[in-house]
């Protein structure tokens, strides 16, 4: 499914209207209506008390169409409309009239004081002040709406996205509604998934309020959904064996530092790939070695960490993979710096780039660009900031860009982990996911993705593909996890659940 930042979403809008001739009230019909049925499952519209507060744009226009929704669902329905009335365009106007020819309340207010024994008297709340088009900072009477709205037991569904959000960055401007559930008209917008936005929006529904979906094919950023993922996945035929299934190799772990090493290959382990092999320093090896007997465990040198004079012979071992990883729990050591670069700038098939990987390529300013292998690089916001030299609030403020700009520019794919953890492609798509929670925010975590994308790239996928198939199944095997202990469960826990996972993705319905 697609996400829109605001003039994407005024443009689909534009298609529908120019392109496909639909009439903007018939999208204001379909929105209103929409907001109404979509919640018809989560709450029971029966002589509740609702109220529409509804603001002078298109997003109030849609209020004045819920109201009659609400209304034919069985529901006491009154609106407030704030705000100077001439302002409201054709559409707004004739379903405000159309409302009130029907009986219901309007009450115009000028002030938030004057809709407080309304708004504390409701059972449900349908937010349409301000939608996709804020223009500023929310102040004054409206601010304070928002605040009542926020402060009130109701249930609060939002039209479109809720009240005073920006839709391009998912932060409020000022103040924003806390909605417990939003109803995304036409397109989700980013705001919707962006923190804190993700928050503000509650439960997210969809309704496509008429708008073909050929109308947004070339929109760049797409969100990811079980569907997107699971033609992706490669079947396992009778006939399978371990060679076809793939050869990752993982060189990871130093002195001190094996568990990295070992989680990326546990991931890779329960993430399906045919063959694992970790590739570590003489003196981790002999801690790792026989943790987990799936796992080929060698060593390269005697020494605590990877240098650069061992370069020569890791690319000649790494000939037998066909993928490698690099980069958990190697450490930070200058050669290890040195040794990295080497790699990289050598290796010729797929390279997973992660951890103190990624702090070596920021150190000795890869140009990744030259590099003769497809790469997948996986920073947090920390690490992104040291290869890019913006701040990490920077990023926050732009993911979704930051990444689809940094991967465009390097021909590379890139992994923003966070929420959301954002997939920027090469040729400038993105990808955001949805599966994942506040309980993978913990050590560990990023070392099993980077041996989940791995197995994925060694069953054969393009790395775009294992990028995507990766976060979203690891991201899944948390939500797994959390099902039962919300947070404190353990990376190998995680781990254990990515064959379930993988499972749900595949036996979907078609
Ligand atoms: N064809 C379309 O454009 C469609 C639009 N739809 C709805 O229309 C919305 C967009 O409508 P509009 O572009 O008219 O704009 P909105 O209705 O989202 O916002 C404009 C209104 O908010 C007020 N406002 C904006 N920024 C403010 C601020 N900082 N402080 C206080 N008040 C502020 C404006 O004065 C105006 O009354 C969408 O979110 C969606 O709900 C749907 O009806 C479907 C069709
Ligand atoms: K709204």
């Given at each position: 499914m697609i996400l829109t930042s605001t003039a994407e979403s005024r443009l689909l809008d534009k298609i529908a209207m120019t392109?496909?001739?639909?009439p903007e009230a018939v999208l204001m019909e379909n929105a209103g209506r929409a907001v109404v049925s979509r919640m018809r499952e989560f709450t029971d519209w029966e002589g509740a008390f609702t109220v529409i507060v509804c603001g002078t744009g298109n997003n109030g226009g849609d209020g004045f169409v819920s109201a009659r929704y609400a209304r034919g669902a069985g529901a006491r329905v009154l609106v407030i409309l704030m705000g100077d009335?001439?302002?409201?365009?054709e559409s707004a106007k004739m379903y405000r009239k159309t409302a009130e020819k029907m009986g219901i309340p309007v009450i115009e207010v000028m002030e938030a004081e004057e809709a407080v024994p309304y708004l504390y008297d409701a059972d449900i709340i349908i937010d349409?002040?301000?939608?996709?088009?804020?223009?500023s900072k929310v102040k004054g009477e409206k601010a304070a709406l928002i605040d009542i709205i926020n402060d009130t037991d109701a249930l609060v569904v939002s039209t479109?996205?809720?009240?005073?959000?920006?839709?391009?960055?998912?932060?409020?401007?000022g103040t924003a509604v806390n909605a417990d559930f939003t109803v995304a008209l036409g397109s989700v917008k980013r705001g919707h998934v962006l923190y804190p936005g993700s928050e503000h929006t509650g439960r997210l529904l969809f309704s496509?309020?008429?708008?073909?979906e050929e109308a947004s094919e070339d929109f760049p950023v797409r969100l990811l959904f079980r569907e997107d993922i699971a033609p992706l996945l490669p079947v396992r035929n009778q006939i399978s064996h371990k060679g076809k299934n793939g050869f990752l190799g993982i060189f990871a772990g130093s002195s001190g530092m094996e568990g990295a090493a070992l989680l990326a290959g546990q991931g890779a382990l329960y993430a399906g790939a045919g063959k694992t092999a970790i590739i570590t320093t003489g003196d981790a090896a002999p801690i790792m070695?026989?943790?987990?007997?799936?796992i080929m465990v060698s060593s390269i040198g005697n020494g605590p960490h990877f240098t650069e004079d061992m370069a020569e012979a890791a690319l000649e071992k790494a000939k037998a993979y066909d993928v490698i990883a690099i980069g958990p729990?190697?450490?930070?050591?200058e050669e290890t710096v040195k040794f990295v670069k080497k790699m990289v700038e050598n290796f010729e098939k797929t390279i997973i780039l992660d951890a103190d990987g990624l702090y070596a390529a920021a150190e000795a300013k890869i140009d990744f660009k030259s590099c003769p292998g497809r790469l997948i690089l996986t920073p947090h916001v920390g690490e992104f900031a040291r290869l890019t030299g913006l701040s990490a609030s920077e990023i926050e403020e732009k993911r979704i860009d930051a990444a689809s700009d940094f991967s465009k520019k390097n021909r590379l794919v890139l992994v923003?982990?966070?929420?959301p953890t954002v997939i920027g492609l090469p040729d400038g798509r993105s990808y955001v996911n949805t599966t994942g929670n506040p309980?993978?925010?913990?050590?560990g975590m990023g070392d099993t993705l980077t041996g989940v994308i791995g197995a994925m790239a060694a069953q054969g996928m393009s790395p775009s593909s294992s990028a995507a198939v990766g976060v979203y199944l690891h991201g899944l095997a948390g939500d797994l996890a959390a099902?039962?202990?919300?947070?404190?469960?353990?990376v190998t826990d995680l781990a254990r659940l990515l064959p379930k996972a993988r499972a749900q993705i595949t036996e979907m319905d078609e």
């Open positions: 392109e496909y001739g639909l009335p001439s302002h409201m365009g349409s002040l301000i939608g996709t088009g804020l223009a479109d996205i809720p009240s005073g959000l920006v839709t391009d960055t998912g932060r409020p401007a496509p309020i008429g708008i073909p070695a026989g943790k987990f007997p799936e729990g190697i450490g930070r050591d923003l982990k966070g929420a309980g993978m925010a913990t050590g099902e039962t202990t919300p947070v404190g469960y353990r």
